[in-house]
Nanobody
Framework: QVQLVESGGGLVQPGGSLRLSCVAS????????VAWFRQAPGKGREGVAC????????DYADFAKGRLTISRDPAKNTAYLQMNGLEPEDTAVYYC????????????????????WGQGTLVTVAS
């Protein structure tokens, strides 16, 4: 079992940057595939980015490519989502998710693939 706690959300102007953090406890994070999802007001939850275990492979939603970067620091048991060039359409609650995985399996941007979820952190992009 792993517990996930996100932080780093807040209010940012269009074009600005934020880095979200997801701290894992209860189990080494290196044994998990990790992903970020988001849910905008009035919309369903959608995948943003994911990171596979063991091979560093990533996958991004089309809207995230070139602007958002997922990473992991095993020493800190933490995953990150670096967000640059933020737009008002990026306003949402961002969730960290994880699932125990075999090495070198490929991550997916599908909610059903993940067993553990954080409580979310709100990102608001407005001038």
């Amino acid at each position: 079992q792993v517990q996930l706690v996100e932080s780093g959300g807040g209010l940012v102007q269009p074009g600005g940057s934020l880095r979200l953090s997801c701290v894992a406890s209860g189990s080494p994070f290196t044994g998990y595939r990790v992903a970020w999802f988001r849910q905008a007001p009035g919309k369903g939850r959608e995948g943003v980015a994911c990171l596979s275990r063991g091979n560093g492979r990533t996958d991004y939603a089309d809207f995230a490519k070139g602007r958002l970067t997922i990473s992991r620091d095993p020493a800190k048991n933490t995953a990150y989502l670096q967000m640059n060039g933020l737009e008002p359409e990026d306003t949402a609650v961002y969730y960290c998710a994880a699932v125990a995985a075999s090495p070198f399996t490929v991550c997916k941007l599908e909610e059903a693939d993940y067993s553990f979820w954080g409580q979310g952190t709100l990102v608001t992009v407005a001038s």
